[in-house]
């Protein structure tokens, strides 16, 4: 199996469209309460405020994966049904390549260039990409949100340069960090280390874009870390839509082989 396609399926996913069809404008959002430094339940409480008011999302955007072999740009379409399922599909030249569908209890996909196919969930799937996702970490990390629950953690808070940084002390295995503009209280950064395995991922978002549902970054950067090397999936919007009717199509060719892993 191609872990760049698996990669770039999991945690990425877009499509090249340059035309924008929701009006966009600057990011205008206003924290709730502004004070020199702030606590960290304050903190979160500011982020939470951040609404995210949807039940359908259709993204489009260009993607660019890049390790210490290879580097490639594909196109991908996103289908979320919030909470429930994401829908991807990963073209090159039109064609598709590989397609995914996740839901919080399932991860399927299949690819083109091997005929093969995976079923299961994503215990075994996280190990071998060498990352822990599961659904909800996946559509948060596509959203621009926190990829854990944070009012289940317990945090050390700090400013620095306009930035509130929330670092996670419930556990020495596991190095949780996450930063937050001081104004909107918008994610800026994240990143997860599993310190014994050598294993870290980071997400950096930029170009905010404030929609009447929600607000979206257009360009993320996730990059993950781990003895083999580093990955880096640039994903950049370029069309997104909120709230359509969508279908949610998705079925292995005859012929592919299934992919077990151990």
Do not use: H
Not at 165 to 175: A, G
């Amino acid at each position: 199996m191609n872990r760049f396609l698996a990669l770039t399926l999991l945690v990425c996913f877009a499509s090249s469209l340059t035309l924008v069809s929701c009006k966009s404008k600057s990011v205008v959002v206003e924290a709730t309460k502004k004070e020199s430094r702030m606590s960290a339940n304050s903190i979160i409480e500011n982020y939470s405020n951040n609404k995210m008011e949807f039940s359908t999302l259709y993204i489009k955007s260009n993607v660019q994966y890049a390790d210490s072999k290879q580097t490639q740009n594909v196109t991908a379409e996103i289908k979320i049904k919030k909470d429930e399922q994401i829908l991807v599909s990963i073209r090159f030249l039109g064609i598709t390549m590989a397609k995914a569908l996740i839901t919080p209890t399932s991860v399927s996909y299949y690819e083109k260039i091997s005929g093969s196919y995976f079923e299961g969930d994503f215990s075994s799937l996280s190990q071998w990409l060498g990352t822990d996702l599961d659904y909800n970490k996946v559509q948060n990390m596509l959203l621009g949100r926190a990829i854990d629950d944070l009012k289940k953690g317990k945090y050390t808070e700090s400013l620095v340069d306009q930035t509130y940084r929330l670092e996670d002390t419930s556990s020495n295995s596991i190095k949780k960090s996450f930063f937050f503009d001081a104004n909107t209280f918008l994610v800026k950064k994240q990143e997860i280390a599993q310190v014994a395995e050598g294993r870290k991922i980071r997400v950096d978002y930029s170009n905010t874009i404030v929609y009447k549902e929600a607000t979206l970054p257009s360009n993320l950067l996730i990059s993950t870390f781990q003895e083999k090397g580093k990955t880096e999936i640039n994903l950049e919007y370029n069309t997104i839509t909120f709230n359509e009717e969508l279908s949610f199509p998705y079925s292995v060719p005859n012929g592919y082989k299934r992919i077990i892993i151990n």
